[in-house]
């Protein structure tokens, strides 16, 4: 069965996206074959692309999608050819029109929810759910308490935004303009910091009192490191979940003592999905928020398939506020 496929021959820039036709077999035990509805695009994709996470070549991008499940290998017992479905998943290969694939990270998705939705969610909702319920600093958090995440009007931030609002946290988010700050509040943030007219990590003094937040969730890397440790409380927890800036620089074990006996941690998502059940549990909590509209899923641009560059070009020039999907 011949299907559309991007791949890249080697790591570059866009160029190096290429929509080729592929060949999908029929699903082995543990696996699945699903019909892409919408794909969703995150910025994992350009570090797959670029190089910085390297995969074997030739490789096929994308982590997350949403459509219909058409076959199921042996062994797969919680979908059955017809569901609707979506995930956030290892190996890459989203971008695709359809893809067989391992079963475990596959859900089925509420009919209440959109394919389009589903696609533009999994990867960075799931993110957001592991951050505010299981990345946590001493002695966990509490209704008041302050965060600060960066990024706060991309798509894992304004997810973030509404999350820590509906358990009750004060979120400062920072973001790259005054429009994109204003999205922020009007998203579930507490405050928010242009952080290219102002020091955030100063604002952030300012606003919790001399204090610091208790944990900063940062996936901008080199540009904001020193920034996040100036900005936490003592005993207060830096997770440092992606680099959008450029790798985090090696800093001195020291500097933890010297910032307040402070913690820092570098998570990544598919630790936290590594089995079926561990998904599942997370996925139903992202479903119900999403369900029940304590948060809502802001898709700025669709693109179609065959537009997989100018969608790169895009993400990286931060010209998309939310999420974006791909349309098959």
Same mark, same amino acid.
């Given at each position: *069965?011949?299907?559309?496929?991007?791949?890249?021959?080697?790591?570059?820039?866009?160029?190096?996206?290429?929509?080729?036709?592929?060949?999908?077999?029929?699903?082995?035990?543990?696996?699945?074959?699903?019909?892409?509805?919408?794909?969703?695009?995150?910025?994992?994709?350009?570090?797959?692309?670029?190089?910085?996470?390297?995969?074997?070549?030739?490789?096929?991008?994308?982590?997350?999608?949403?459509?219909?499940?058409?076959?199921?290998?042996?062994?797969?017992?919680?979908?059955?050819?017809?569901?609707?479905?979506?995930?956030?998943?290892?190996?890459?290969?989203?971008?695709?029109?359809?893809?067989? *694939?391992?079963?475990?990270?596959?859900?089925?998705?509420?009919?209440?929810?959109?394919?389009?939705?589903?696609?533009? *969610?999994?990867?960075?909702?799931?993110?957001?759910?592991?951050?505010?319920?299981?990345?946590?600093?001493?002695?966990?958090?509490?209704?008041?308490?302050?965060?600060?995440?960066?990024?706060?009007?991309?798509?894992?931030?304004?997810?973030?935004?509404?999350?820590?609002?509906?358990?009750?946290?004060?979120?400062?988010?920072?973001?790259?303009?005054?429009?994109?700050?204003?999205?922020?509040?009007?998203?579930?943030?507490?405050?928010?910091?242009?952080?290219?007219?102002?020091?955030?990590?100063?604002?952030?003094?300012?606003?919790?009192?001399?204090?610091?937040?208790?944990?900063?969730?940062?996936?901008?890397?080199?540009?904001?490191?020193?920034?996040?440790?100036?900005?936490?409380?003592?005993?207060?927890?830096?997770?440092? $979940?992606?680099?959008?800036?450029?790798?985090?620089?090696?800093?001195?074990?020291?500097?933890?003592?010297?910032?307040?006996?402070?913690?820092?941690?570098?998570?990544?998502? $598919?630790?936290?999905?590594?089995?079926?059940?561990?998904?599942?549990?997370?996925?139903?909590?992202?479903?119900? *928020?999403?369900?029940?509209?304590?948060?809502?899923?802001?898709?700025?641009?669709?693109?179609?398939?065959?537009?997989?560059?100018?969608?790169?070009?895009?993400?990286?020039?931060?010209?998309?506020?939310?999420?974006?999907?791909?349309?098959?």
């Amino acid at each position: *069965m011949k299907e559309k496929a991007v791949v890249i021959d080697a790591p570059g820039g866009p160029e190096q996206l290429k929509l080729v036709d592929v060949d999908v077999g029929a699903p082995g035990p543990g696996e699945i074959r699903i019909r892409h509805e919408a794909c969703g695009l995150n910025y994992i994709d350009v570090y797959h692309r670029n190089g910085s996470y390297p995969l074997p070549l030739p490789a096929r991008l994308g982590m997350e999608g949403a459509g219909v499940v058409e076959a199921v290998g042996e062994g797969v017992n919680h979908l059955k050819p017809g569901d609707r479905a979506a995930y956030a998943s290892q190996p890459p290969g989203a971008y695709a029109t359809a893809r067989v *694939m391992p079963a475990k990270c596959v859900l089925k998705l509420p009919d209440e929810i959109s394919f389009e939705t589903g696609a533009a *969610m999994m990867l960075k909702g799931l993110t957001v759910q592991y951050l505010l319920r299981k990345t946590l600093p001493q002695g966990g958090l509490q209704a008041g308490d302050f965060v600060l995440f960066h990024a706060a009007a991309g798509g894992v931030g304004l997810i973030a935004c509404q999350w820590a609002r509906a358990l009750g946290l004060q979120l400062i988010g920072t973001a790259g303009s005054a429009e994109k700050c204003q999205l922020v509040l009007e998203n579930g943030a507490t405050h928010a910091i242009n952080y290219r007219g102002e020091d955030f990590a100063a604002r952030v003094r300012d606003i919790t009192g001399g204090r610091g937040v208790k944990v900063v969730y940062d996936s901008v890397g080199a540009d904001t490191w020193e920034g996040s440790l100036n900005s936490l409380a003592p005993f207060g927890l830096l997770a440092s $979940f992606g680099a959008a800036s450029g790798p985090v620089p090696p800093f001195s074990v020291g500097t933890l003592a010297a910032k307040g006996s402070v913690y820092v941690t570098r998570p990544t998502l $598919f630790t936290h999905i590594a089995t079926h059940e561990a998904t599942q549990a997370m996925g139903d909590d992202l479903f119900e *928020m999403v369900a029940s509209g304590q948060v809502g899923i802001r898709i700025d641009k669709r693109y179609a398939l065959a537009d997989v560059a100018e969608a790169h070009r895009d993400l990286e020039a931060r010209r998309l506020v939310g999420s974006a999907v791909l349309l098959p």
